[in-house]
């Protein structure tokens, strides 16, 4: 899971990112011009995101992007308190609103929530396409019920097509939510690992539902 933590406090944005970079992959922004660009990339499952923050604040950041049409989750992250606050949040398309100061776990849960609700983490956190199933805390994969190995980014690659089955994805949105923004590789990566994971699947039959889009991406075949 990829999240994107936008907090103008740089301290505080630390430690946030530190706490969730245990259990996901975390991007950072700290202000409304870079989170909106980092939003508009939409390999994103989650966004955490402050209300007062440079450039764009929080709220037109969120009705921007529903705007859009993305649907990513949202939870609020923020010192502004009063239920007038609370209900703009939620009313402008925001999914869920945490106060600050937090406790840690309390963020940690929200987020799974959000994720579990958005049927980006299911509660048991498995994901299924036919007849492969995706572990996601043993980082296992099963093909028709037989174990088979991958690598991370192998992993992480399948993952994400899983996740986005019968959608077009672009090699730069693959690219930023496989290897992220600083990576040092370059983006012909993406068709390397692919055809690796083509291979992985053929024995089973299934890496001809993994599609190329000429000139855009990859999709896999929603059936």
């Known amino acids: 899971m990829r999240l994107l933590v936008v907090e103008d ?45 440079p450039e764009i604040d929080g709220f037109e950041v969120l009705q921007t992007i529903r705007k859009e049409g993305l649907q990513i ?19 402008s398309g925001g999914d869920d609103y945490l106060v600050k100061p937090f406790q840690a776990a309390e963020l940690k849960a929200r987020i799974r929530a959000l994720l579990r609700r958005s049927g ?13 199933e995706l572990f996601g805390k043993e980082k296992d994969i099963h093909v028709d019920g037989e174990s088979i190995k991958l690598t991370a980014k192998q992993y992480e690659l399948l993952e994400y097509l899983i996740q986005n089955k ?20 370059t983006i012909a990566i993406v068709e390397v690992f ?20 000429r000139g ?3 999709m896999l075949d929603e059936k």
């Open 9 to 53: 406090n740089l301290p505080l944005l630390e430690s946030i990112v530190q706490l969730l970079s245990d259990e996901f992959e975390v991007d950072q922004a700290s202000n409304g011009e870079d989170a909106l660009f980092l939003a508009r990339q939409n390999i994103h499952d989650a966004i955490v995101l402050d209300v007062m923050i």
């Open 73 to 91: 989750p949202i939870l609020f992250l923020t010192a502004r308190d009063s239920l007038e606050d609370r209900v703009k949040g939620l009313d």
């Open 120 to 132: 980006s983490l299911t509660t048991n956190q498995t994901i299924q396409y036919r007849g492969i």
């Open 166 to 185: 019968g959608a077009i994805l672009t090699k730069e949105q693959i690219y930023d939510r496989v290897w992220g923004f600083d990576s040092d590789t």
């Open 194 to 213: 692919m055809h690796h994971l083509r291979k992985k699947l053929e024995p089973f039959g299934y890496h001809s539902d993994i599609k190329t889009i």
């Open 216 to 218: 855009v991406g990859y």
